[in-house]
């Protein structure tokens, strides 16, 4: 049995091979905790980097179906007017893709697309020219770029790989 005296300390510690090797495995293993914080702390980033832009997507899209709404109401006031051509110049404007419902002044539904609005809803009621109470419910901004989810799931698995490699790391310390 091989014994490893530590110098320049009063009373010296004698410490066994395996609790060297003991030690030398902690050190090794110490990193994964600032690494998973970090790790943490990265992926958090990425998920608030999601929400945000999906609030910039919704928050510019409220704010061109009132503009856009509020256009078409303000020149055709005064003006004899179908309900249909409001309908298709909104279809125009988001597309017929787009969960959409669109109802007039006394609460009748005027169209309403063949897919459901979601829970992100928003309302935008007419308050101006010809179309005067008239209510429009769209479905949130559409799917967000792929790019956003890439950049979640890179965080994760450069996460991930951050840890295994510590952890072969200190494996390959308590064989050597």
């Known amino acids: 049995m091989s014994v490893a ?4 300390m009063k009373n010296a510690i004698w410490l066994g091979r395996r609790q060297v090797r003991g030690l030398i ?16 702390t990265m992926w958090l980033n990425s998920r608030n980097d999601r929400t945000r832009v999906i609030d910039e997507m919704n928050a510019s899209f409220r704010n061109q179906l009132r ?16 309900d249909r051509d409001f309908v298709e110049f909104l279809l125009h404007v988001f597309g017929e893709n787009l969960p959409m419902v669109i109802s007039d002044n006394k609460g009748i539904v005027v169209y309403q697309s ?3 609005l979601k829970e992100n809803e928003f309302n935008y009621q007419v308050d101006t020219g010809a179309f005067v ?4 419910r769209i479905d949130s901004a ?8 890439e950049q979640e799931q890179s965080t994760l698995w ?9 952890i072969f790391i200190a494996g390959g310390v308590w064989f050597a």
């Open 5 to 8: 005296r530590i110098p320049f």
């Open 25 to 40: 495995v902690l050190l090794a293993l110490l990193p994964l905790i600032p690494t998973t914080f970090l790790i943490h």
């Open 158 to 166: 450069q996460g991930i790989a951050a840890v295994v490699s510590t």
């Open 133 to 136: 109470g008239w209510n429009i």
């Open 114 to 116: 063949q897919a459901g």
């Open 142 to 149: 559409p799917e967000l770029p792929i790019h956003i989810r």
């Open 67 to 82: 503009l856009a709404a509020g256009r078409f109401s303000m020149a055709h006031q005064g003006k004899s007017v179908e």
